[in-house]
């Protein structure tokens, strides 16, 4: 059986660096908001290229505290209008709505899969007020001209960077492109805790001192309480964990990326498309989408044949009854993916002969 992502596996190799530094956690008795946070803050926003880095809960709280910050700076109000790609994971859309901001889906490019320049260029008006980019399975959306045209109308861009962290755009690290950026440290992403994570980082420091309260009960100095927080903090042991991983998270990136690049050489079943890779912009395939007209017939296959996969996403979150009063936007790319995407594993530790065994497996699958 290969598994789709071997968490056990994966943390294995920093072994036993994590194991001792859980243990010196336990032992110096400090759990929250110490040295270790401070040091991973550091050492993150060091590595994003960005002036600040505020650890948190995790990487839906991230993207919450970000627009819930731009509020109480009046820098967006309720029912702000938000441009959000419609194949995204749902939680950046429940931070969009929580804070009672509204989003707008955007189909997203059949071939990247992603809303990009085009995308954006094309959807912005005068009620859009920000837009939160997605740098899905890993692949950057961000462009310069984006950015350019959004700032000559005063629109703010957000980045959801939960797939992406390492990606680059020329020389720059997602999480550095836009006004602000929301990281999640999910167990499975490419910088995975043994736990629940998250960080904003952003350059602006007025942004970054409002997010550093509401983050701590929007405390400014121990018990005064300027503004109305929440509790979203990254613990010391995740921190202390998040600091080892941190120094492998380009090594373990170079080996997705070879994995992929193999996968896109031979893979060649024509009833499989397999996503683009431009040499050129660093994808850290956080996952390697293939499509497939017969998507559930293909996974049922390679279940068949000890290959484990998974759907990324089933339903998009205006189809989600959660959201049924956008149930009719009519959103045919993001609608096609979620019926024909398929993550096949794709992970630092999947070795050679699996790579080899999963190609000969796809290549070999007939489609009806
Ligand atoms: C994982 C993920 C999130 C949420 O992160 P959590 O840490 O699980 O809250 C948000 N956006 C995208 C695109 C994700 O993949």
Known sequence: MIPYLPL???????????????????????????????????EYATYIGCGHCISCGNGYDALWLIFNAYIQLGRLKKGDRILVPANTFIASVLAI???????????????????????????????IKAVLLVHLYGQNSYSDRMNEECKRRGILIIEDNAQAHGALYGNRRTGALGDAAAHSFYPGKNLGALGDGGAITTSDE??????????????????????????????????????????????????????????????????????????HCSHVFHIFPIMSEQRDKLAEYLASQGIQTQIHYPIPPHKQLCYQEHGNTSLPVAEKLSAQELSIPCHPTLGSDEVTYIINAINSWRAE
């Open 8 to 42: 056990k596996e994966i943390n294995a190799q920093y072994e036993p660096q994590l194991s001792e530094a859980a243990k010196r956690i336990i032992e110096n008795g400090w759990y929250i908001l110490g040295e270790e946070c401070r040091c991973f803050e550091q």
């Open 97 to 127: 709505t929580h804070n009672g901001l509204h989003p707008v889906f955007v189909d997203p490019d059949a071939d990247s899969y992603l809303m990009g320049e085009k995308e954006v260029l094309a959807a912005i008006d005068k009620e």
């Open 206 to 279: 007025q942004l970054a001192q409002c997010i550093r309260e509401l983050h701590n009960y929007g405390c400014s100095i121990k018990y005064k309480h300027d503004r109305i927080g929440v509790n979203s903090r990254l613990d010391e042991i995740q921190a202390a964990i998040l600091r080892i991983k941190l120094k492998h998270l380009d090594t373990d990136n170079d080996k997705r990326r070879e994995i992929a690049k193999r996968y896109i050489a031979e893979i060649n079943n024509p009833a499989i498309k397999l996503p683009h890779y431009e040499e």
